[in-house]
């Protein structure tokens, strides 16, 4: 599933082909450059740079271009936004079809601010289906000097509470998420390198370790959640490699968070 409304795989006026052989010059030439004279951080026209962004990276229409929250989003509106939205939904469906519909893809992207990668490039791809069976809300690809990683995404409700008030164990809603990332879990520990390829990530040169995938379930809110379910939380993440879970309210911080990129 693409990100944008156009296709950045595609070259659409003169501006932009110019700007491309530009960049291809540039970067084709040997020594030290300023990397404040590439056009892609020179040329003029906004919309041009953000075209070259996007056209020479790797996935052109899942590439999360880094400076759009700092020039085009007023995060503290669309954090207010967002926090009426995840106490007014009634399932999950309803939040999702908010990003979707919105294309404000910065709100699952802002789950890079509880990894340590994405300084060198970041991607989303929602919907992202592996296996005969399996479909991960939305999966971040990021980049940092240690190579790529990759998070697996489920969101779950967000008006449920994180633990049942009868007994000392996990909602429905948290036991669902657990379980599909536990399903997903062992189905990639068996097909890591299938997976790789099905994403086009092997024909890039890229090969990404058990040990850089990741999982994250987004559930319910703080304000559902007391200090019993909250050590019940990092129970059940402890008992997990590579897992987190976080709130829906994280989100609502996270935005405010990403103001100087992802």
């Known amino acids: 599933m693409n990100l944008y409304e156009r296709d950045y795989t595609k070259i659409l006026n003169q501006d932009e082909l110019k700007a491309a052989e530009a960049y291809k010059e540039y970067h084709a030439k040997k020594g030290i450059k300023c990397t ?4 892609e951080r020179s040329n003029p026209n906004e919309e041009v740079r953000r ?13 999360l271009y880094h400076l759009e929250p700092m020039k085009i989003l007023d995060l503290e509106k669309e954090s207010r936004e967002f926090k009426k939205v995840i106490y007014s939904a009634k399932n999950e469906n309803e939040i999702q079809s908010y990003i979707k519909t919105n294309r404000k893809w910065f709100i699952p992207a802002s789950l890079y601010k509880e990894y340590n990668f994405a ?17 991960s809300d939305y999966c971040l690809l990021g980049r940092s000097s240690d ?21 000392n164990s996990e909602s429905e809603s948290v036991r669902k998420g657990i379980t599909q990332i536990r399903d997903w879990k062992r189905w990639l ?8 390829r099905s994403m086009g990530l092997e024909a890039k040169g890229i090969k990404i370790p058990t040990s850089r995938i990741y999982y994250c379930l ?3 809110r703080r304000d559902l959640m007391d200090q019993t379910a ?20 994280r989100l609502v911080d996270n935005i405010l968070a990403i103001a100087n990129g992802y």
């Open 36 to 39: 404040a004279d590439a056009p």
């Open 51 to 63: 075209f070259l962004w996007h056209f020479h990276s790797l996935f052109p229409n899942n590439y």
């Open 119 to 135: 300084h060198h490039g970041a991607f989303l791809f929602p919907e992202l289906s592996f296996g005969a069976e399996y479909v």
């Open 147 to 167: 190579g790529f990683s990759i998070v697996l995404v489920e969101f779950e409700k967000a008006n449920v509470p994180f633990m049942m008030q009868t007994q």
């Open 189 to 196: 520990d068996d097909n890591r390198e299938y997976f790789i």
């Open 218 to 220: 987004v559930v319910s």
């Open 230 to 249: 909250a050590d019940l939380r990092s129970q059940l993440i402890c008992e997990m490699q590579n897992f987190k879970i976080v709130s829906y309210d």
